[in-house]
Structure formats: structure tokens, C-alpha cells
């Protein structure tokens, strides 16, 4: 079963200021095309604001409602699957190569965030590759402050979706079991 994280946890003030701003920007490009029909130099500066503000428009979207849509964690009978887009993390991990796995409070100084190394992060929303205040660097995916401490031979994992009692369960079933 695929998990991932509500795209309503991912939209912020700053998704709509952001949104706001590239329409006006649009909006003021598009009247001054239609307006001022004779003078070619204020089209051609029209065209190119169209143009920017057209791809603006399109990276704010992929920011911020493509990559939360895309980003997520497959739990599978005998394989855990991780797609981080912005942490360009796309791995699978057979049963075999999860050596444990442990419910962790963020909290804890120990696993706690220090910084980001690529990736994205607002409110509790945190995808792609973190370094802890342990030293590690871990790829994370979580929504809250409690996730699973996955630990494999070349990464550590975070992860801690939507749904987190069913995935607790459903990886506990398939791969292997859960320490409190």
C-alpha cells in the first residue's frame, strides 16, 4: 500500500502570497498587451513578463502540489519503495537490507532535525535528505513529530505519513516488526 502526505498539510500562506503575486504579475502583462496595441516595445516587454510569469506559475504548482502528490512511501510484501522528489531519493529497499525499525519522537534530541540537505520543509511537512542532531544523515518523509526509524545498510530513513497507525501496522506485517 502506497502512503503519502495530505497536499492540504503542504499548502501554506506562502503557496497562496506566491500564487497571488505571479497572477498579478500575469494579469498586468496581459492588460498591458491588449492595451497598448501600437507601441511594440511595451508588447515585446508584455510578451517576455507572460512568458516568466507563465513559468513562475508553473514552478509555485510543481513546488507546491505536484511534488507532495508524487513524494510517498509503498509498503509491498517483500520491499519498501521511497519516492523524495525534491531529496531526488527514488530507492527501494528489499526486506532483507531493513535491519530495524523503531517508533521515534523528533522530538528527541537525538533524532531531531539539525538542517536540510535538499529537500523541502513547511509546518510539520518534511521531505528529502536531513542531517540529525545525531550526525546522520537520514532521508525523511514525514508529517508530525513521530515517525519510524528505519535503518538500512547504506541510509537511515524517516518516516512518518498520513494514515501512521495503518502504516505502523502494515509494515510490521509485511517487512518486519516495529520497536515501540
Do not use: C, W
Amino acid at each position: 500500500m502506497t502512503y503519502s502526505i495530505s497536499l492540504l498539510s503542504t499548502l501554506n500562506p506562502l503557496f497562496f502570497g506566491l500564487l497571488a503575486l505571479a497572477g498579478l504579475l500575469l494579469a498586468k502583462a496581459i492588460y498591458t498587451f491588449k492595451t497598448y496595441n501600437s507601441d511594440k516595445d511595451l508588447r515585446r516587454n508584455a510578451i517576455k513578463e507572460m512568458t516568466i510569469g507563465g513559468l513562475v506559475l508553473v514552478l509555485i504548482l510543481g513546488i507546491f502540489v505536484v511534488v507532495p502528490l508524487v513524494a510517498g512511501v509503498t509498503v509491498k510484501d517483500t520491499e519498501l519503495a521511497l519516492r523524495l522528489p525534491t531529496g531526488f531519493t527514488f530507492e527501494t529497499y528489499p526486506e532483507a537490507d531493513i535491519l530495524s525499525a523503531k517508533i521515534v519522537s523528533l522530538d528527541q534530541t537525538e533524532y531531531a532535525i539539525a538542517s536540510k540537505v535538499v529537500g523541502t520543509e513547511n509546518r510539520n511537512y518534511r521531505e528529502g535528505i536531513f542531517k540529525l542532531q545525531n550526525g546522520t544523515e537520514a532521508a525523511v518523509f514525514t508529517n508530525g513529530n513521530t515517525a519510524i526509524l528505519v535503518e538500512t545498510p547504506n541510509r537511515t530513513l524517516l518516516l512518518g505519513p498520513d494514515h501512521f497507525d495503518d502504516f505502523i501496522k502494515s509494515f510490521g506485517e509485511k517487512l518486519i516488526p516495529v520497536q515501540p
